[in-house]
């Protein structure tokens, strides 16, 4: 089973930036995209970004566009989202995922398996 370590997140002003880290360790991850989810208090997990096994295509949501950026490192297992010029209604807690589809990544109710996340919090 994949396990999933998230970490990075903080308290920040808006306008800040912070950089999350997500480790995956388990079955080999060769071809396989991996994507940025989050939870906000009282809301559903929904989809952030994804990236795929080579890194030449990434997806965003419409409200991170321009300001997040994902990225990945296929030697550790890694993927990493910079946050620039975050927003409060950017606060939430946040997730990594991994799949074979990268167009998969962009249903949250796909997954069963979820690491711990990360908080963030963006004050005004």
């Known amino acids: 089973q994949v396990q999933l370590v998230e970490s990075g997140g903080g308290l920040v002003q808006a306008g800040g930036s912070l950089r999350l880290s997500c480790a995956a360790s388990g079955p080999s991850f060769v071809g396989y995209s991996m994507g940025w989810f989050r939870q906000a208090p009282g809301k559903e997990r929904e989809f952030v970004a994804a990236i795929n096994w080579s890194g030449s295509s990434t997806n965003y949501r419409d409200s991170v566009k321009g300001r997040f950026t994902i990225s990945r490192d296929n030697t550790k297992n890694t993927v990493s989202l910079q946050m620039n010029d975050l927003k409060p209604e950017d606060t939430a807690v946040y997730y990594c995922?991994?799949?074979?589809?990268?167009?998969?990544?962009?249903?949250?109710?796909?997954?069963?398996?979820w690491g711990q996340g990360t908080q963030v919090t963006v004050s005004s």
């Open positions: 995922n991994t799949d074979i589809s990268f167009l998969r990544l962009k249903i949250p109710t796909t997954f069963k398996n």
